[in-house]
């Protein structure tokens, strides 16, 4: 027998991997990018230009269908993550972009000190926006 599959649960199927392809990448970030690297950092702009930003928004579009197909939208589980969400979004073009790029000239000029500081920096907000993303889940998932 067939079960009923409903538009609502392919657009929630549509919601988890739009945010595993979007933001998953943050997590293996410190094994990803080679310090020191250029060629790497410039390939963290392409992913944030040509994953995260239009996975974020499949995502962002999923969950505005699914939040008002059930009226969600009174409920904290649901206000917490999009806030999450949209930070997320700002983070990645407002934050990593241009400071990937950065990293990038520094890099191909030889590194140095200054390189090492903005590096450890973006690693630490890396691991921040993970760390948003786990509490994203969560919320998600328990529903509290």
Do not use: C, N
Not at 57 to 62: F, G, N
Not at 115 to 132: D, I, K, M, N, P
Request: charged share 10%; proline share 4%; hydrophobic share 60%.
């Amino acid at each position: 027998m067939l079960a009923a599959i409903l538009f609502y649960d392919v657009v929630l199927s549509i919601h988890v991997m739009a945010i595993v392809a979007a933001f998953g990448s943050w997590f293996a970030y410190p094994l990803l990018v080679a310090r020191g690297d250029g060629g790497a950092h410039r390939a963290q702009v392409r992913v944030a230009r040509t994953v995260v930003t239009p996975a974020g928004t499949l995502a962002l579009l999923a969950g505005v269908y699914m939040a008002s197909d059930r009226s969600y939208w009174s409920e904290v589980w649901i206000s917490v993550p999009l806030v999450i969400l949209v930070v997320l979004m700002g983070i990645t073009g407002g934050y990593f972009v241009p400071r990937q790029q950065r990293l990038a000239e520094l890099a191909d000029g030889g590194a140095g000190p200054e390189y090492e500081a903005l590096a450890t920096q973006v690693a630490r907000v890396a691991f921040a926006a993970a760390g948003l993303v786990v509490v994203a889940i969560f919320f998600m998932v328990t529903k509290p």
